[in-house]
């Protein structure tokens, strides 16, 4: 089964993030399970950085193959 995502449901996704926190990094910081106190006292940026680079890993080891394989697009 494939899944095929529109740009119109892009907009209705972007749509929702933006009401529930128009911030991107709150609204990051809400999905990994920060709590209001915790993102009003701020996040360190190392804190970010750990996430960014543990999220991009775990795509490329989820996603890389399949990506080699179409490679070049």
Do not use: Q
């Not at 929702?16 to 991107?24: Q, S, V, Y």
């Not at 993102?39 to 080699?68: C, D, N, Q, R, S």
């Amino acid at each position: 089964m494939d899944f095929v995502m529109s740009p119109a449901d892009l907009e209705k996704v972007a749509g929702a993030a933006l009401r529930i926190d128009p911030n991107p990094l709150k609204l990051v910081g809400r999905a990994v399970g920060l709590g209001t106190d915790e993102m009003e006292a701020g996040v360190p940026t190392w804190a970010w950085i750990v996430l960014a680079v543990g999220a991009g890993a775990f795509v490329g080891i989820k996603y890389g193959p399949e990506l080699k394989k179409r490679w070049p697009w």
